[in-house]
């Protein structure tokens, strides 16, 4: 921004400078997780290469291909209807399509689960009504199970992406190629479609990255993937090495997905485009065909969960619920609005040494410190936990002369858990903050500097006024994303530190459905909150892309 | 005024101090066992003795992995486990430490303890033959072995590979028959699955009574719990001691077990915890709500236990079940057990 | 009061301004003009503190704000500058926007200089609308007054007009040139369009490859270009060989030129700038083809070849009856 020579050695590195201590919180866990990958362990490897690698990789392959697919078939219609056409109950449908963004995916889950299993209601149902259920799948051991929830779960990434896509070009797309004598139909996959396909691109990326890191919905369902693989090197043949060897594959495939994330979001073109004002009318069949699909799909991933979460709630809440669960919902809180706090202000550092130092150097820094994304949870955990563990017993043994008895000086505190669902959640923060960030430009900053002001009294004075929706908004999806995740939480909290995330899970793995119902409905509940701010506020803004 | 305001503030923390003082120190456990079987035990002694318990619940594994990367800043005191490989592997890796304690040595039979004062057990259960009381009659079952048996094709239903319960039965298959044997054996039951298999043993019975299959291996106090909740259960499911005959071994045991972790802050209180859990007093009232065997003889059985009779157990060895529990899981997987 | 001396700018191994010297007097108001990619904006830039300085030096002032290795920051520089998107803050109403720069004054101070560069700018009333809901020229008018309001000592406008209607622009340089004449305001503006740059500016320099070419007022930059990037840019015309005769005047092919008619050595050799003001149909003299009309409202503009195939622009008269003819014969009009 202002003149300093940028050839000079000591200005070039101040951007690095600044970033690099951001950065530290996913490099140092991606460190230490290779170093621990670094040594050999052949006869573990042999195990893996021919018994269980083979499948596993296929399995995960296969999910997300499958996953890919129907995500793609049930997030883009339902985008481009809610978005340019109109039928009965387009308005409720365009905001209520986004609401399971609430319900995390272990808990759409044993929801599932619990209504379609061998014993459960569905198929007790059948089996009373036609004596026998055979021919209704078993929805234990099934893919397709799998594919269903994870759908649900995670089609409201494209959907929204998608969305914005089609509000901010689709009308004008649709109308130069009609011109141009195309139906609309051909007008839609020829034109529209292509026009959205960046947007589209970067949802996908996003809900692939969740199906790799997902731990509790295909522990639910007890299926293989490369995460149960990584699970049971670690925990259950305690070979540090191999997991770690396991999750630096991982992360390397994560990290591809990341990239084509990126590159799908650098090909977006924002336009400030007026509102909609002409709507596709939908005639006849196809409006009821319409309403029906929105219906549909909202029933099976959110009104039906909720439905069954409630009647199982009530069902067991005169025992369960006691002070204990106030307990797990104000650390749930807590841990939420704090890791938020954390990641909103990186994001912000981050955001603002990026705008002042447009350097290589600084911009690779910046992204490898919202690589924290693309580690899944357990991996993240561990990268984190070594670490500090080691830190701890080095600071131990430092004050020991002193007679310092007591551990945990920065583990004992939630410091190790924050810093790992910061690093894990900083790349949410971060999109948020740096989109509004970009829509500041470099001309009024220059005008700040031409009136007088310096750095400092620019970013009071201009950035932060016109951040302040975007740092909410990222505020509110680290908020929303806290409160769901589940394996860091799981792995690195105190004693006395459960989450309803834990909770959930605890009692998922003894197939407790009814029981898990009622912190799965506080979760729920709680997130439902910053979802709808977040619609409301992308509502406000068609032209960002979420 | 101010002086007034003043000295009742320094009283006030001085107070404090001294209760905090006064106060013994907190004992931190680490534990596979679930929370909702343990807490309320763990919270009958904090009455008891004014000792604050802070409980950490997770899987066996990852406690064991935990603790070992925690090293020396480790806050747990105690580790319980719910299978006697896990405490076996732990006692092996260094992340117990041995504890004098005649008091534990006298409670706890020696068959159920660590020869090295590391560990010992606290309760036991263990993992047997259910079978659908319509469908099935006793005499057609027999032993694990047997289960692969064709004739069980499309009938049995089984849990997870990935819970330590299957991993121990099948270390015990390993000990006894050999790893080419075994791995038939397991290949046998892959085989004659009816559905995929159970992440629970509570829903695999379930699965029984409902008619998905006729006949699953279970941990015996699962089927204690459903019992008290639906005391006509046993009617539709009944319970089969397997492996009875002579020279057939004797069923499956297994124990939930503890012992006191090596860079301990409060080994003192770990190990008064231990003695207490087992005494006499605390084993009945713990085992009563949890469908358990107690181990300190001395102790009562639940009625629903008792009801069960007496069998034959398998003479436990838990080195041998620890030391085999890795290949157990490289079986599995070589099977395609899930 | 400022002082451009030797300066040259670039970014790693481009040299984007070479060696450009200039002066700007007090409550001067010059004009960069230049065609994109001549380093203009890059030198007003490097006035304002933009950019840094790689050789040569800045005095504004009296004070040297800009050399090698140094630089004065743009909030010390006491300078206004006004962007080519006007970049106005869309989270404050235009009174706002105006008393931006002015937080070291109280705040009845503010408001009486807030409503002094309403008045000045001819949008009194207007204080508490909010930017997005003014037209173009208006938000250039709230920019200039945002500039202006703190007294810098010097204005710089980036291609101020650009993002404004092409029939509104030269009316309203015109307006902004007697707003800053008011303020009694040193200013300098950078653009490529040479109506706007003769309608605001006392005098202009033209740059063309990172130099500049000339820097005078509108008159002598248009007849007596020096050189022969800014005969081509300034105005119309082509160029046409000349031979020097024993009296110092230019021979051409279309007949004799005084001594100082504007005259350049090219790699063609020796060529004369011949505007369509210099040349005229006639019943006699040199035969050319007419290639192109293009009619100007008060007169035509014709393009013509000559017969050894130099181009030649000529002004005709609407009087004149040369419409469908495909030949004329050219001479010489009276010089300017």
Not at chain 1, 44 to 58: E, K
Not at chain 3, 45 to 73: C, M, N
Request: hydrophobic share 50%; with cysteine.
């Amino acid at each position: 921004m202002s003149a300093v020579d940028h050839t000079a050695p000591a200005h070039r590195w101040r951007g690095f400078a600044f970033a690099l201590p951001i950065a530290l919180l996913t490099v140092v866990p991606l460190l230490a997780v290779v170093g621990m990958a670094l040594t050999p362990q052949p006869e573990i490897w042999q195990h893996l290469w021919n018994h269980v690698l083979p499948r596993v990789l296929g399995n995960t392959l296969l999910l997300m291909l499958i996953v890919s697919v129907v995500v793609l078939a049930v997030g883009v219609p339902l985008a481009w209807l809610t978005a340019m056409c109109d039928f009965p109950g387009r308005k409720f449908f365009a905001w209520a399509l986004v609401l399971p963004l609430a319900i995390p995916a272990y808990v759409l889950a044993f929801v599932q689960m619990g209504l379609f299993e061998y014993a459960g209601p569905v198929q007790s149902f059948v089996r009373d009504v036609f004596g026998n259920s055979r021919w209704v799948p078993d929805i234990r051991g099934s893919l397709w199970g799998l594919v269903m929830v994870l759908v649900m779960a995670f089609y409201p990434y494209v959907y929204l992406m998608a969305r914005s896509a089609f509000l901010t070009q689709g009308h004008r797309s649709m109308e130069a190629a009609q011109a141009l004598g195309y139906s609309p139909t051909a007008a839609f996959f020829k034109v529209a479609l292509p026009l959205a396909r960046p947007w589209i691109g970067a949802g996908l990326a996003l809900v692939l990255m969740e199906v790799l890191a997902d731990f509790g919905a295909i522990a639910v369902f007890n299926f293989d993937t490369f995460t149960t693989a990584l699970y049971k090197s670690w925990f259950d043949l305690h070979n540090i090495g191999a997991a770690a060897q396991l999750a630096a594959m991982l992360v390397l495939v994560v990290m591809l997905l990341l990239a084509a994330e990126q590159r799908s979001r650098s090909a977006q073109r924002f336009h400030v485009s007026n509102p909609q004002q002409h709507r596709v009318v939908l005639k006849g069949g196809s409006r009821w065909l319409a309403s029906a699909l929105c219906l549909l799909v909202f029933a099976a991933a959110f009104a039906v969960p909720m439905v069954q979460m409630v009647a199982w709630s009530l069902s067991v809440w005169r025992e369960d619920l006691n002070s204990d669960y106030w307990g797990y919902a104000w650390n749930t809180l807590s841990l939420a609005l704090m890791t938020a706090g954390i990641a909103t202000v990186l994001a912000l550092m981050l955001s603002w040494i990026r705008r002042r130092h447009g350097d290589g150097l600084t911009s690779w820094t910046v992204r490898l410190a919202v690589l924290g994304y693309a580690m899944p949870g357990v991996v993240l955990a561990v990268g984190v936990f070594v670490p500090i563990a080691w830190l701890d017993a080095w600071l131990m043994a430092l004050l020991e002369p002193w007679g310092v008895q007591t551990l945990g000086i920065i583990k004992g505190s939630l410091a190790g858990m924050l810093l790992a669902l910061a690093a894990r959640f900083l790349a949410v923060a971060y999109n948020a903050t740096d989109a509004a960030m970009q829509r500041i430009t470099r001309s009024q900053e220059e005008a700040c500097a031409s009136l007088g002001l310096g750095p400092w009294q620019t970013l009071r004075r201009l950035h932060l006024p016109l951040l302040r929706t975007g740092l909410l908004s990222a505020f509110l999806m680290v908020v929303v994303d806290v409160m769901k995740e589940m394996p860091i939480t799981l792995m690195m909290r105190q004693f006395g530190w459960d989450t309803l995330a834990v909770r959930v899970f605890q009692l998922t793995s003894e197939s407790m459905w009814q029981e898990a119902a009622l912190p799965a409905l506080a979760i729920v509940l709680v997130g439902l909150l910053p979802v709808i701010l977040l619609v409301l506020q992308t509502e406000k803004t068609p032209s960002s892309a979420g | 005024m101010k002086l007034w305001k003043t000295a009742l503030c320094v009283s006030l923390v001085g107070a404090a101090s001294l209760a905090q003082a006064a106060q013994p120190q907190a004992v931190t456990v680490y534990s596979s066992r679930i929370e909702a079987l343990l807490k309320p035990t763990l919270d009958e002694y904090t009455k008891q003795t004014g000792v604050k318990i802070n409980l950490l619940t997770d899987r066996g594994g990852s406690l064991s992995e935990r603790l070992a990367a925690e090293g020396a800043s480790s806050p747990a005191d105690v580790l319980i486990t719910v299978d006697v490989g896990n405490l076996w592997n732990a006692a092996e890796r260094g992340l117990l430490q041995k504890v004098d304690s005649p008091t534990l040595n006298a409670n706890v039979p020696a068959n159920f303890r660590d020869e090295g004062n590391r560990w010992w057990g606290l309760s036991q259960r263990e993992r047997t033959i259910f079978y659908s009381a319509d469908r099935i009659k006793p005499e057609q079952l027999s032993t694990y072995e047997d289960l692969a048996d064709p004739k069980w094709k499309g009938k049995l239903c089984l849990r997870t590979s990935k819970q330590a319960y299957t991993q121990s039965l099948v270390a015990m298959l390993i000990a006894k028959h050999g790893v080419e044997k075994a791995e038939a054996i397991t290949k046998g039951w892959v085989s004659n699955l009816a559905g995929d298999v159970f992440t629970n043993d509570a829903s695999l019975l379930k699965a029984i009574a409902a008619g998905q299959c006729d006949v699953g291996i279970s941990n015996t106090y699962y089927y204690g719990r459903i019992l008290a909740k639906e005391p006509e259960f046993n009617k539709t499911v009944k319970l089969f001691w397997a492996n009875q005959g002579a020279n057939q071994g004797g069923a499956h045991v297994n124990l939930s077990g503890a012992g006191v972790v090596k860079h301990a802050k409060n080994p003192e209180g770990a190990r008064k915890l231990l003695e207490w859990l087992s005494s006499e007093k605390v084993q009945t009232a713990y085992t009563h709500g949890t469908y358990e065997s107690p181990i300190n003889k001395k102790a009562e059985q639940d009625p629903i236990v008792k009801a069960w009779g007496k069998f034959i157990p398998s003479p436990l060895n838990a080195g041998d079940i620890g030391s085999h529990q890795a290949e157990a899981i490289k079986l599995l997987d070589r099977v395609g057990y899930r | 009061m400022l002082e451009v001396k030797n300066v040259s700018l670039g970014y790693g191994a481009t040299i984007v301004v070479q060696n450009v010297s200039m002066r700007l007097e007090q409550a001067e108001i010059g004009c960069l003009l230049g065609p994109s990619g001549c380093g203009k904006t890059t030198l007003l830039r490097a006035i304002a503190g933009f950019e840094p300085v790689r050789a040569g030096q800045i005095d504004l002032q009296g004070r040297t704000v800009a050399k090698v290795g140094q630089s004065v920051p743009p909030q010390l520089r006491d300078i206004g500058m006004v962007f080519q998107d006007h970049a106005l803050f869309p989270h404050l109403t235009v009174g706002d926007n105006i008393g931006f720069g002015l937080h070291r004054l109280a705040k009845t101070e503010r408001a009486a200089r807030v409503q002094e560069m309403l008045e000045l700018v001819g949008l009194e009333g207007m204080g508490q609308r909010w930017p997005h809901a003014l037209s173009g020229g208006q938000q250039q008018r709230v920019a200039l007054a945002r500039a202006l309001a703190p007294k810098p000592s010097l204005l710089l406008m980036d291609e101020p007009f650009s993002s404004l209607d092409t029939s509104m622009r030269e009316s309203i340089a015109r307006e902004v040139r007697a707003i800053l004449k008011q303020a009694k305001a040193t200013a300098l503006m950078v653009t490529h369009d040479q109506n706007e740059a003769f309608a605001m500016a006392d005098n202009v320099g033209v740059m063309a490859r990172g130099q500049l070419m000339q820097w005078g007022n509108a008159v002598q930059v248009y007849c007596a270009p020096a050189t022969q990037d800014v005969a081509q840019f300034v105005g119309e015309g082509t160029l046409v060989h000349a031979q020097a005769t024993a009296g110092g005047q230019w021979q051409t092919a279309l007949g004799l030129l005084p001594a100082g008619h504007p005259h350049y050595t090219t790699a063609q050799g020796v060529q004369v700038l011949l505007r369509p003001e210099h040349v005229r149909v006639a019943e006699t003299g040199v035969r050319a083809t007419v290639r192109e009309r293009t009619f100007r409202g008060s007169h035509f503009v014709f393009e013509l070849e000559l017969p050894d195939g130099q181009p030649v622009m000529a002004k005709v008269s609407l009087n004149a009856l040369y419409g469908a003819c495909e030949h004329v014969h050219l001479a010489l009009a009276e010089d300017c």
